[in-house]
């Protein structure tokens, strides 16, 4: 089983700042650069303790906002491709249908694979609805442009044979021709993240690793489409290297210490919602008819994604906002206590969905301190990953 | 995909509902669109706002007291088709001026209100071949302040009870039941959504062209301004008027960005007297 950790990098001296969004709007005057400095050189000592641990680093980007101080997903992985050097490095992801030039994205995504000496693996994420906002990319279409800007991608790093040229829907390039060239061949892993059934099939098409992200069990019914689509497309295999599950972790030398750095993880939970009302929604992010059929259910017309936690057997415990640690562990989002009970949850859950090969923890959160992470995420290497290692070899065999 | 309302329409007296296929009388690529026709008299072509197209009583009735009014639903809005290809303002100009010719109108009295506005004066720069005379009420689509200054709120940022707040003189003329909607009208509301934002997202609400095509303008004009419209205001409304040749300028109280919904009897008025003005001044000009 391979591990990565996941930290948002936030700021979260601006999370108690009376405001109704901690997204979008969110005046930086409430961010101190000093105190964001010593952030960030602390985040990048917790991606080098995860280099000496084996942990690999999962890094993502926002946009306007304190749940997120990493902006740009590249300059982070640009630093950590030099100041580690064994472990994987994932980018998920790259919002490509948000970015105005996908070139550009093949130029930066080519230097940090051969900065790193081939190891970055590659997401791409549409992105959470607001982020339209800031990026100023049409919701509209949205997916469209996500997939040309994929092609493009691709293209750009496939081509060796000097320029092409790009006349689409929404991208034109007379001559796109990257140097360096990715260090990895053709390109590396790709990455696409899915929330609902429906986006699983073409990444599943494409054979590319499925993220999953505050999901909870109903990873489960994605991971069955994604093994679905999978066998239609003439695969044998149990394609368990392409599918990921994403949770929240916390370790502690006893059960008492591991639940009360659960509770700081959760601070994620609590924030990571706080958005304006105008842009929890934008216009054609999803499609009219799943808006029309919430908002007759609901009256609201608020995105259509399901925010709900759901036990082991479907039934539904609560918002993802409003839970306690304890029900957040009830719904397959949390692995907290002692190393041993850790071991035990993650494993209970993969049987349960099925099994993947690739497993995220958000470790840190919040004000969760530089002590408590590292020490959760030291726990963690020691007592948890060697087991979880040794399960899924044995497993593979088995099977 | 169906997105055809089953529900049968708001009828008003002598009105007709019909899928308009262009194809059926012109060479153009298949387009489908929800067209409304009711009253007779000269003909009059309504353009709906960036929140699409209510057919009802008494705007609609007013005005087809007067006019043969026909009004469709723009391209994406309502249950009119959007073709993929279809992506800008001047889509929709075209396909309208593909109409007029299809449906052999002459003397066409365009009256674009807010985003209708927008369409009606990308059409008028473009060819008034078939218009006698142009009503913009509350219209958008030009830029006037300098770049640091928008000057149509930003609606795509602005949360429902406020926007209610800033569009209507009287909120409660905006508001939305979803609990009475049925299915096709809850499709409707958010084709519409998605639909101005394709046409109006970026660069917001206007074309940076237009502004310099507005002078082509040759027949009479008249822009109508709901007074209490808070998301353009009145002197954005005395810019547009005043970049199209001979326009008049004229308010109407008690009525926000929709003076139609607001103020129907006045806004039909209005027009009337416009209509019978141009007919003299054309009169007297033979």
Known sequence: MKIYHMTEEPYPDAWSVPAESLRVTLPNKYCDPKIASDLFHRYLDEWVLCDELG??????????TATCMTSSVNVILGICARITKNVRMLCLGMPIGNRSDPVRVAEEIAIIDVISRGRLDLGFVRGVPYEVVPSNANPVRGVDRFWEAHDLIVKAMTSHDGPFSWEGEFYNYRSVNIWPRPYQQPHPPIWISANTPGSVRRIAEHAYVLGTVMTGYRAKGLFEEYRRVWRETGHTSDPLDRLCYCSFVAVGKTEEEGLRRADQVMQYLRSNAIVSDAFKNPPGYAPAVANAQAFLKTGSIGLPQDHNLYDKDGTRICLFREATVEQTMRGGLMFAGTADQVYEQ????YQTVGGFEHFQMMAQAGSMSHEDTCDSLRLFAKYVKPRLEEFYASRSVAA | M?????KKPRILIGMTQTIFRTADKLPLPRLSLELYEAGSGPPLLFLHPENGLRFEAPWAEDLAAHFRLIAPSHPGFGASELPRWMATVDDLAYTYLDLLK??????????????GGWVAAEIAVRSTERISGLVLANPVGIKVSDRETRDIVDIFATAQPELLRLSYHDPANGQVDASAMTEGEALTLFRNREAIALFAWSPYMHSPRLKYHLHRIDVPTLVLWGESDQLVSQSYGRAFAAAIPGARFETVPAAGHFPHVEAPRLFAERILAFSNTKRAAKGSES
């Open chain 1, 55 to 64: 942990i690999n680093l999962f890094i993502n980007e926002h946009h306007a």
């Open chain 1, 346 to 349: 993650i494993i209970d859950f």
């Open chain 2, 2 to 6: 169906c997105w055809t309302d089953e």
């Open chain 2, 102 to 115: 299809a449906l052999e109108l002459k003397d066409v009295i365009v009256v674009g209100v807010g985003f």
